[in-house]
């Protein structure tokens, strides 16, 4: 799903975020990405969502070298990946529904089938009765819940997560992970940056961690070609 | 045809999503009343100032072709030519297609007029004879272009026998045309500096609207939203603010045309005049409010462009 091809990334200023980056992450994997404050993890997640693109190496998307795809183009990578932020980005000015709706209103679907699929996200992070509420009013747990429900409302191949329980107790925190395991078992390839080891170890998912800006260990499983 | 089914299903939800940006971009300018008030009521005296000095100058073009015919030629005949002889050239001007009417001021009748007019009418008392001439007041077929057709009607009228003298002011009726000229070309160019001021309006508001909205733009391009997505809203907020504006220069124009009308009716009525006001006609105000609309648009477009360009996430 995600194939990194010796990946640096130098911000202008001369800073180092990646320094020769190789893995692959296979189709319907869930893994984490570790690693301290500064390590690079969301530089690499920013790569695959196009935030941000390599100084140098190649990174393929579902087969798709993104190096190849102009910034016009971006959009419709973007429509592949979900994407979950440690505050959330929710927008204040609109009840908890339309929120979840953003990513199928931009991509033109029907009224019914926003309605269906909305309720539907909403139900599997268990906040269907709060479809009314401005998210303002909800707690913290449950503003991350609304974020989930609008990364996963348009069934991406990819979720991409960053630092999504930084903010939340550890209960609520492995609520939220069992949520992206939960995903990855009907076929969802997972990416979560977290420096919370011992959630880590609990989940019990292979995971990846970069110090300096270079994998330190790679907790992946061997490919049949032998790379990971 | 499943496949033509659901293109058309796209296309009836991509029109579906426009009438949707359209009405909920007049719905956001509804909820700031007072700030919407500000922006269009600033558009509308943009608007309305050329659209009043058009119409002004409409009007004057309008009254200056009633006054035609003052560009009149007065045939001065020889004091011994008779009645006969000057009605008989009369009969034979009249057919000449430059002319549209003759008037036929005999010797008494130029008496009279000039006793009540000149104020000297006792000073003739000692005139044995009447030393005035008999006089045809020759009515010109004139439109603007053709000032010059009239003075070569002039010379013309000079060579005719028993004409003594020929004269005509084309002066100021040239002068008037000129004068009418320039005050044209200066609406355009005022018009044109106006219009520029609206696009500077207009772009100046979006540019406030899309800093305001920056996180939604932030959060938009995230989750796959294209360019052309992100800019429908602020494109209709542009359209909407030309609109109204429009409608409110429309309403103020018409205002000041009733607060003037009955100042300038009794004027007219003064001078004699069946003048009549004026207005800009529906075609013209439809054209006001297609032009004030436009120019929202292209002031939000430039804007929005600029500045969606500079807001990527981070």
């Not at chain 1, 102009?70 to 429509?79: D, F, L, M, T, V």
């Not at chain 2, 009633?66 to 057919?95: C, P, Y």
């Not at chain 2, 020759?138 to 603007?144: A, Q």
């Not at chain 2, 429908?232 to 220069?249: E, K």
Request: aromatic residues 6%; proline residues 4%; glycine residues 8%.
């Amino acid at each position: 799903m995600i194939h990194f091809d010796n990946i640096c990334k130098r911000y202008p200023g001369g800073h180092d975020a990646l320094n020769r980056i190789n893995l692959r992450l296979p189709k319907g994997q869930m893994a984490f990405l570790t690693g301290h404050s500064g390590a690079g993890k969301s530089t690499l997640l920013k790569l695959i969502a196009m935030i941000e693109r390599p100084t140098r190496g190649q990174i393929f998307l579902d087969g798709v070298n993104l190096n190849n795809i102009s910034n016009k183009k971006i959009p419709y990578i973007r429509r592949n990946i979900g994407i979950i932020f440690q505050n959330h980005h929710l927008l204040y000015d609109r009840p908890v529904f339309d929120n979840v709706a953003m990513p199928l209103i931009i991509q033109g679907y029907r009224r019914q089938d926003i309605h269906k699929r909305v309720r539907a996200a909403l139900n599997q992070v268990g906040l269907l009765s709060k479809e009314k509420k401005d998210p303002i009013t909800l707690s913290g747990g449950e503003q991350q819940r609304v974020g989930i429900a609008r990364a996963i409302v348009h069934k991406p191949l990819l979720l991409l997560a960053d630092e999504p329980t930084g903010n939340l107790d550890p209960e609520l925190s492995l609520e939220i992970m069992k949520l992206f395991a939960r995903f990855n078992q009907v076929g969802t390839t997972v990416l979560i940056a977290s420096h919370d080891l011992d959630l880590i170890k609990h989940i019990g998912f292979p995971s990846i961690s970069l110090h300096g800006g270079q994998v330190e260990h790679n907790g992946l499983p061997f490919t049949f070609d032998g790379n990971r | 045809m499943p496949n033509s089914s659901r293109r058309k299903g796209q296309l009836r939800s991509y029109f579906s999503h426009h009438l949707r940006v359209c009405l909920a971009s007049l719905g956001r300018l509804y909820a700031q009343p007072a700030a919407t008030l500000m922006t269009t009521a600033v558009i509308s005296i943009a608007l309305a100032l050329p659209v009043g000095l058009y119409i002004a100058l409409d009007n004057v073009a309008q009254l200056s072709s009633d006054w035609d015919g003052s560009s009149e030629i007065s045939l001065f005949l020889h004091t011994d030519v008779n009645d006969k002889d000057a009605r008989r050239l009369m009969q034979r001007l009249q057919r000449h297609k430059l002319i549209k009417k003759i008037d036929f001021i005999d010797k008494e009748q130029g008496l009279k007029q000039f006793k009540e007019t000149s104020g000297f009418g006792d000073a003739l008392k000692y005139l044995d004879t009447n030393p005035l001439p008999t006089v045809l007041v020759v009515h010109p077929r004139i439109t603007e272009q053709q000032v010059d057709t009239t003075s070569r009607l002039v010379k013309e009228l000079r060579k005719e026998k028993f004409v003594e003298l020929a004269q005509l002011d084309v002066q100021w009726v040239k002068r008037l045309y000129t004068l009418l000229e320039i005050a044209n070309r200066s609406v355009w160019v005022i018009s044109t500096m106006l219009a520029f001021a609206v696009l500077l309006i207009v772009g100046n508001t979006i540019r406030l609207d899309v800093q305001t909205r920056r996180e939604e733009i932030e959060v938009s391009k995230l989750i796959g939203a294209s360019d052309a997505f992100i800019r429908r809203p602020f494109l209709y907020t542009g359209l909407w603010y030309g609109v109204i504006g429009g409608l409110l220069a429309t309403i103020i124009t018409l205002t000041s045309l009733l607060l003037m009308e009955s100042p300038i009716l009794k004027l007219a009525l003064l001078y004699h005049s069946d003048f009549r006001l004026a207005g800009l006609g529906i075609t013209k105000t439809l054209l006001l409010i297609l032009i004030s609309g436009a120019l929202g648009l292209i002031g939000s477009w430039i804007t929005v462009g600029r500045h969606l360009k500079n807001i990527e996430p981070s």
